[in-house]
C-alpha cells in the first residue's frame, strides 16, 4: 500500500515563505511523476506543480515564479517551496503520485496540509 504524507504547512504572514514536505512509502519512488494540488474552500482542486522522474517540472499559472517543486529520490521525498504568499494561496496543499507512466493522472494521494496566510 503506497502511503504519502505531507508536513509543512501552517500560518504565515502574507509575503511570507513556507516548505511543504510529502514522504512517499513504496518501492521506485525515483520513477513516478510527483504532483502538488490545492483546494481552497469552496474551489475545485488545482494543480499547482509537477516534478518528473528527471526533474522536469511544471507549474499551474498562478505560481508565476513563485513556487519552486523538487525532488529527493534517495528519500522518497517531495517537496514544495513557496515564497512570496498571498491570501489566495490558502487552501489545503495535496501531495500525488501519478500513475506509472503517465504525466497527468494521479494515483495515490496525501491527506492534505493546511497553508494559511493571514495577516
Known amino acids: 500500500q503506497v502511503q504519502l504524507v505531507e508536513s509543512g504547512g501552517g500560518l504565515v504572514q502574507p509575503g511570507g515563505s513556507l516548505r511543504l514536505a510529502c514522504v512517499v512509502s513504496?518501492?521506485?519512488?525515483?520513477?513516478?511523476?510527483m504532483g502538488w494540488y490545492r483546494q481552497a474552500p469552496g474551489k475545485q482542486r488545482e494543480l499547482v506543480a509537477t516534478?518528473?522522474?528527471?526533474?522536469?517540472?511544471h507549474y499551474g499559472r498562478f505560481v508565476k515564479g513563485r513556487f519552486t517543486v523538487s525532488r529527493d529520490n534517495a528519500r522518497n521525498t517531495v517537496y514544495l517551496q513557496m515564497n512570496s504568499l498571498n491570501s489566495e494561496d490558502t487552501a489545503l496543499y495535496y501531495c500525488?503520485?501519478?500513475?506509472?507512466?503517465?504525466?497527468?493522472?494521479?494515483?495515490?494521494w496525501g491527506q492534505g496540509t493546511q497553508v494559511t496566510v493571514s495577516s
Open positions: 500525488a503520485r501519478f500513475y506509472s507512466g503517465s504525466l497527468t493522472r494521479p494515483e495515490y
Open positions: 516534478i518528473a522522474h528527471d526533474a522536469v517540472t
Open positions: 513504496g518501492s521506485r519512488f525515483s520513477t513516478y511523476v
